[in-house]
């Protein structure tokens, strides 16, 4: 029985068979119909559609049997992979290739056989719609036309497979993606330090975070049992209700509103409330996004000091209607009265204090009346400067800080300091020069202040231990922030680079490689950009990610964040080096064999010359491990190799396999003589005595040898079996020589 030879490209007829997913799959109505109509037009016993696996012959459609599979090395559709047009079999017991075949000779009987190649899209052969009968007949043109017609008819069906293969494929892979995207957004809106709601077109709440429900008092689910109309006050309700009427009419993309909410227990929180609206891919309203901030403490701080500055300027009204016709000064006080007020005359006593004056300095109006404010309310550092100041002012009457507010600081009659906001007028007589002074506390501005640089300065410091590049672009392209990794790589500081082009910081060539993916990050989309190569700054491999800040409908900039993955590119490197060598001799491994062998000869080869393979096998070697130990015998086997990388030429490949045994590849070998020269040149190499451990010992080595011509279909395991093969060969004539097996050709 003579097998099928393998098609050229086997390897990818394969893979495009199993791409199909159709290899024992159940029968399909559409197949089947197919096997019908071919066994009726022909008038004969089995009709089929089979494929071709690498050991098997499947039958997605079979009429007349009732097995659904074969071996391959018997089936007659084997032999179909290599035809161009339809296979035809008229007697088999009279063909050379099928005369003593089991499925001529056995129950089956098979006399005639006549299939078609059915092509995958890409032209590969996967199978055949074929017949079969016990009787020798012939196949009319007729005939031969109408089963091409019903097997293109079968390949339209395994388009249509395909296709649904690859389009469940994308649907996995966006399902995946959607997931992924989803889980993202769970965690930022559930652990995000504000308040967040998904709300619906009617107020109602669909989705809450941990930190609404700790602001109103409710528990997730009571939540999403209310609209935010029931916990909102009535006299807040219409301003908001107007702002969701222009939103949802596009009018604005977002607004922001400070409101109450009614907490459970009845008490009302001041929020900052931010709305935006999503739409759908048509446009149309979907929800709003709600982001709510307790500004509770700021709105009951704001309130104290409306009273404290109503009550103020009530004071200061009161007691100017009282005095206005006696003294002009008492005008700027209803101009400006804001906070404590205090007035001095050209000695730098007071004349004026007032109730604010008292609250906030501790002192009362008689106590100071009189005495120089220097000793009141200036700290004793700053007192010689206050009294400069005062001279120079009644020297030349006007002053730098005169109408100006100025930050100072204040003495309390505890003794304690604290940060105030000073604002200095002068009113004159004929007579004299006066002073007045309004004088707010900025205690808890300046506390607030600091918080906030305090945080800017700890999302600063965050950033810049990170291993990572983090910056911030703008719509322009230039930086407006950068952490401490810049400074470190360029040499720059955040503050040096803040308002920089990043065309004139990037090298010029990574800028243009970049340039596109900025812009798609500017048009809201976000970006990754793995293994850029900076070939001009420090020769480093980046992985960057570009995330685009949207504001309402509008891109205002992105965050570019971007990892040195250099180290990484390169100890992945090291490790496929590494798994392709031997760990005791350092020579090729097993792995690199395989590797080297599919390029030589492999479906993906560009030149495909001759190729001699050797296969070794050290004569001996047991005995110098048992007498002088294991590490001698990987001593012996370091000498080895590199006898071997001596002995062969600069272009042939040695490799060890495992043990004692070794395989050279020498490449445009192509005559029986020149291997045979070779592999003498390698017996006459390891036959010369070694030097182990101070001992001389003496070995030798069983060589097989096969040639490939370069053109016959083959793999990289016949190669090697063959040369295996030859190589007992050469053991079994007594050791200590080589032989050449049949060299692999075109026949």
């Known amino acids: 029985m003579r097998v099928a030879p393998l098609p050229s490209n086997e390897l990818d007829r394969l893979r495009v068979l199993r791409s199909l997913a159709i290899l024992d799959t159940p029968a399909e109505e559409a197949f089947d119909r197919l096997t019908r109509l071919l066994a009726h037009m022909l008038r004969v016993p089995v009709a089929l559609i089979t494929f071709v696996d690498d050991d098997r012959l499947w039958f997605k459609s079979r009429i007349g049997v009732s097995t659904c599979e074969t071996p391959r090395d018997m089936a007659f559709c084997a032999h179909a992979l290599t035809a161009e047009d339809v296979l035809v079999v008229e007697d088999a017991r009279e063909d050379p290739r099928f005369y003593d075949n089991p499925a001529v000779t056995g129950p089956m009987r098979v006399r005639f056989y006549a299939g078609v190649p059915l092509r995958s899209a890409d032209g590969y052969v996967l199978g055949t719609l074929c017949a079969t009968d016990t009787v020798a007949r012939t196949l009319s043109d007729d005939e031969r036309a109408a089963m091409r017609d019903l097997a293109r008819t079968v390949e339209r069906e395994l388009l249509v497979r395909k296709t649904a293969v690859s389009a469940r494929a994308l649907h996995q892979a966006d399902a995946e993606a959607i997931h992924l995207s989803e889980a993202r957004f769970r965690t930022i809106f559930h652990q995000t330090p504000t308040g967040a709601a998904i709300v619906d077109l009617d107020g109602r709440f669909i989705e809450v975070n941990p930190r609404l429900c700790e602001l109103v008092g409710y528990t997730a689910d009571e939540l999403l049992a209310l609209t935010f109309q029931q916990i909102t006050p009535k006299e807040d309700l219409e301003h908001e209700l107007l702002r969701l009427v222009e939103l949802l009419a596009g009018r604005i993309g977002a607004y922001t509103l400070e409101k109450r909410y009614l907490r459970k227990d009845g008490i009302q929180q001041w929020v900052q409330w931010h709305a935006s609206l999503v739409r759908d891919g048509n446009g149309d309203p979907l929800h709003f996004i709600a982001v709510v901030e307790d500004i509770d403490a700021r709105k009951e701080n704001e309130r104290l000091q409306i009273e404290h500055r109503c009550a103020l300027e009530e004071q200061v009204a009161r007691r100017t209607a009282e005095l206005h016709a006696q003294n002009r000064h008492l005008q700027a006080v209803i101009d400006n009265a804001q906070a404590a007020y205090v007035s001095i005359d050209e000695g730098g006593n007071v004349t004026e204090w007032n109730d604010a004056a008292v609250r906030m300095f501790g002192w009362a109006r008689h106590e100071v009346l009189g005495r120089p404010m220097a000793e009141i309310i200036i700290p004793p550092e700053w007192r010689d400067a206050h009294l400069d100041g005062m001279r120079r002012f009644l020297r030349t009457k006007g002053g730098s800080i005169l109408s100006k507010a100025t930050e100072v600081s204040a003495l309390r009659r505890s003794g304690a300091t604290f940060p105030a906001e000073l604002r200095i007028s002068t009113a004159s007589t004929d007579d004299?020069?006066?002073?007045?002074?309004?004088?707010?506390?900025?205690?808890?501005?300046?506390?607030?202040?600091?918080?906030?640089?305090?945080?800017?300065?700890?999302?600063?410091?965050?950033?810049?231990?990170?291993?990572?590049?983090?910056?911030?672009?703008?719509?322009?392209?230039?930086?407006?922030?950068?952490?401490?990794?810049?400074?470190?790589?360029?040499?720059?500081?955040?503050?040096?680079?803040?308002?920089?082009?990043?065309?004139?910081?990037?090298?010029?060539?990574?800028?243009?490689?970049?340039?596109?993916?900025?812009?798609?990050?500017?048009?809201?989309?976000?970006?990754?950009?793995?293994?850029?190569?900076?070939?001009?700054?420090?020769?480093?491999?980046?992985?960057?990610s570009l995330v685009p800040d949207l504001r309402g409908r509008e891109v205002i900039g992105f965050y570019m964040m971007a990892q040195d993955v250099t180290d990484r590119?390169?100890?992945?490197?090291?490790?496929?080096?590494?798994?392709?060598?031997?760990?005791?001799?350092?020579?090729?491994?097993?792995?690199?064999?395989?590797?080297?062998?599919?390029?030589?000869?492999?479906?993906?080869?560009?030149?495909?010359?001759?190729?001699?393979?050797?296969?070794?096998d050290l004569d001996g070697f047991k005995q110098v491990n048992d007498a002088h130990g294991h590490e001698a015998g990987d001593a012996l086997l370091n000498q080895v190799?590199?006898?071997?990388?001596?002995?062969?030429?600069?272009?042939?490949?040695?490799?060890?396999?495992?043990?004692?045994?070794?395989?050279?590849?020498?490449?445009?070998?192509?005559?029986?003589?020149?291997?045979?020269?070779?592999?003498?040149?390698?017996?006459?190499?390891?036959?010369?005595?070694?030097d182990v451990a101070g001992s001389e010992v003496t070995i030798a080595t069983s060589v097989g040898a096969v040639i490939w011509d370069g053109h016959a279909a083959t793999t990289p395991g016949m190669l090697l079996a063959a040369a295996d093969k030859a190589m007992y060969e050469a053991k079994r004539k007594g050791r200590n020589g080589y032989t050449l097996a049949p060299s692999i050709a075109v026949r």
């Open 432 to 544: 004299c020069h006066t002073l007045f002074a309004f004088i707010s506390d900025v205690s808890e501005r300046k506390r607030v202040e600091a918080e906030v640089a305090e945080s800017r300065e700890t999302i600063q410091k965050i950033t810049d231990s990170l291993p990572v590049l983090i910056a911030y672009v703008d719509r322009d392209l230039c930086y407006q922030f950068n952490n401490d990794g810049y400074r470190r790589l360029i040499g720059m500081s955040t503050a040096q680079l803040r308002g920089q082009p990043l065309a004139s910081v990037m090298p010029r060539a990574l800028y243009r490689a970049l340039l596109p993916s900025f812009h798609r990050a500017l048009a809201g989309e976000r970006v990754q950009c793995d293994d850029i190569d900076d070939d001009e700054l420090r020769h480093r491999t980046w992985s960057m």
């Open 641 to 690: 190799g590199r006898r071997l990388q001596k002995t062969i030429r600069s272009t042939d490949f040695v490799s060890r396999l495992a043990g004692d045994e070794f395989v050279i590849l020498s490449h445009g070998v192509a005559e029986d003589v020149t291997a045979a020269r070779i592999a003498e040149s390698i017996c006459e190499a390891l036959r010369t005595p070694f």
């Open 569 to 616: 590119k390169k100890a992945e490197q090291q490790l496929v080096v590494q798994a392709m060598r031997d760990a005791l001799t350092g020579l090729p491994n097993r792995r690199a064999l395989s590797a080297q062998l599919d390029r030589a000869i492999g479906p993906g080869a560009l030149a495909r010359r001759p190729l001699a393979v050797f296969f070794l």
